[in-house]
Every structure is written in structure tokens, then in C-alpha cells.
């Protein structure tokens, strides 16, 4: 079985405001006490479209990876959902001077896009003998910005894309271990009450999977990065996982919101910055939406820089 590898991870967030801001915030004290509550505090919004922030992370992501135009076999670009102008915008964005790279496009209505969109890149790797691929993650907040608050303040809406090289059977920065995903369409039209009950049963069911395949008991996996929601969500759902604290990468929640698709890869690179795992810790990275789970099982490379 082919091994496949994550290098070069590179992100690039909108301008990064206050919270209070935000006129859905700003007009509602209590809303905005709540959100607060939650661990918010600043959010990212773009003043160009959000696919421009996706063309510089892919350059980033090309340039930190150290590879040519021509080295790569395939590109993967997923957004949560187009803008106005989407076509001419993904024109742009993928149209990096990639020469031999096929294009596919995923256009996902949720926030699980960085675990799809990887799982999706290693399967038409494997099936099709590819070497080298990019993939760049982003999400279009919704306007105008009242929107920006997701539902009563579970999560605040930011601007931001994230992307990286997936390599076969070369040393990396992460090896993949294991992608799994869950989805529960049924989940979105039930009751709140009802929808937490499925959520907190769906996470213990792709974590179980993804560490299964990875070959990780839970106890021996070092660090968890999640989607940024609001901090009790987070840690209900680590608890109920078996992650502690200690283990658990939370700090970006109020730095920069909740960033769509590009969340755990943000989480990733910035966790590793400030704490580094050594060569062989593991990383599980949770996303997800209302109706569906992605879990990533990623181990440090010996050789990552």
C-alpha cells in the first residue's frame, strides 16, 4: 500500500478585528456577552474576495514545499460555497501555472472540507499512481455581515484559506495515517437537544474509526486541533473522547473564529509553532458540521523541517 505525506501547510487569515465590531454584536450587548463567553474575541474578514487568500496560500504552500510547476500531478480546491462571482474567481485561483495538474474541484456545504478534500486527493492518488498534488481549502463567509454570528453564537464566521502538497512514498512534514468521514444528513432537521445527542455519538464513531485505521489507541495520540466552535462545544467533544486538556489545541478560537475548511490545518501549523511535537508524536484533527464528521490521524515526519 502506497504512504502518503502533507508538507508545506501554509494559511493566510483576513484582517483580524474585534468582535464588537460586528453590528449583530455591536446592536445586542447580551449576544455579544454570550459570544464572549464562548472564548470569541476576534474574527478575519477579507476586504478582496476570499478566493484571493486561496491563490497566496497556494503559492505559499508551493514555494515553503521547495517543488517546481511541473513536479505536480494534480490540484484539489474546496470551498464551503461559491460567491457571486465564483467562476471567474476559481478561474483565477486555479490557474497557478501547474502545467500537468488535473483539476478537481469540491464544493461542500459544511466545514468538514480539509478532511474531504484530503481523503478525496489520496484515493485518486492511489487509484490512478499520481505522485504529487495541492490542495487548498477555503469558505465564503455569508454577507452582510450580521450573518457573521452562527447560530446564537456557537461559532463567529471568519474570512481565511489554508493548502498544502500531498506527497506518495516521500518523507513529509505529517504522515497521514488515516482519513475517515461520517455523515448524517438526518441530523441537520432534528431538535437542538436531539442534534448534540447525534454529534456527541458521531464524534466517538469517526474518532474510533480514524484511530482504528491510524493503529492508535486513544491514551497514546499526543494532540487534538479541531474546528474553532465555542470552547465548551470543543471540550464537550474532546471529554467525550477521552481527551484531556492537556492534549487539546484550543488557543485559535479566540484569536481568529471559525475559519470554514481551513480551521484544523490554521490549528495544525499554529499548535506546532508553539508547542512542537517530535518526530513520531501523532495528531488527531477533528471538523465538522451539522451533518457530517471528518477525522485526520497524522504522524510528525522524521524528516520535517
Known amino acids: 500500500m502506497p504512504r502518503f505525506s502533507l508538507r508545506g501547510i501554509s494559511y493566510v487569515l483576513g484582517e483580524l478585528r474585534d468582535i464588537k465590531e460586528i453590528p449583530a454584536l455591536r446592536d445586542d450587548p447580551s449576544l455579544l456577552a454570550r459570544v464572549r463567553h464562548g472564548g470569541f474575541h476576534h474574527w478575519a474578514r477579507a476586504d478582496q474576495p476570499v478566493m484571493s487568500l486561496a491563490r497566496e496560500a497556494a503559492e505559499q504552500a508551493i514555494a515553503r514545499a521547495?517543488?517546481?510547476?511541473?513536479?505536480?500531478?494534480?490540484?484539489?480546491?474546496?470551498?464551503?460555497?461559491?460567491?457571486?462571482?465564483?467562476?471567474?474567481e476559481h478561474k483565477d485561483t486555479l490557474d497557478l501555472g501547474l502545467p500537468r495538474a488535473r483539476v478537481v474541484e469540491l464544493f461542500l456545504e459544511g466545514c468538514t472540507g480539509a478532511s474531504e478534500a484530503l481523503r478525496t486527493t489520496r484515493d485518486l492518488m492511489e487509484d490512478e499512481g499520481l505522485q504529487r498534488a495541492l490542495v487548498v481549502c477555503t469558505g465564503v463567509a455569508p454577507t452582510p455581515e450580521f450573518s457573521r454570528v452562527y447560530d446564537y453564537g456557537l461559532a463567529i464566521l471568519s474570512d481565511a484559506a489554508a493548502a498544502f502538497v500531498v506527497e506518495r512514498d516521500a518523507p513529509g512534514d505529517w504522515e497521514l495515517?488515516?482519513?475517515?468521514?461520517?455523515?448524517?444528513?438526518?441530523?441537520?432537521?432534528?431538535?437542538?437537544t436531539e442534534l448534540l445527542a447525534g454529534q456527541l455519538g458521531v464524534v466517538r464513531q469517526?474518532?474510533?474509526?480514524?484511530?482504528?485505521a491510524a493503529e492508535i489507541v486513544p491514551e497514546a495520540c499526543n494532540r487534538l486541533v479541531m474546528n474553532n466552535l465555542a470552547l465548551q462545544a470543543c471540550q464537550l467533544f474532546a471529554s467525550r473522547i477521552g481527551f484531556e486538556a492537556e492534549r487539546c489545541w484550543f488557543e485559535n478560537i479566540g484569536r481568529i473564529g471559525h475559519c470554514f475548511a481551513s480551521d484544523t490545518l490554521v490549528n495544525l501549523v499554529d499548535a506546532q509553532a508553539a508547542h512542537p511535537l517530535p518526530p513520531g508524536a501523532t495528531c488527531l484533527m477533528l471538523s465538522n458540521s451539522e451533518t457530517s464528521w471528518g477525522a485526520v490521524v497524522l504522524r510528525r515526519g522524521t524528516e520535517a523541517l
Not at 177 to 192: D, Q, S, Y
Open 66 to 88: 521547495g517543488l517546481g510547476p511541473e513536479a505536480f500531478d494534480l490540484q484539489v480546491i474546496t470551498t464551503f460555497r461559491a460567491e457571486k462571482d465564483a467562476p471567474q
Open 177 to 192: 495515517l488515516a482519513v475517515e468521514g461520517v455523515t448524517t444528513p438526518g441530523l441537520a432537521r432534528t431538535h437542538p
Open 206 to 212: 469517526v474518532t474510533r474509526a480514524a484511530l482504528t
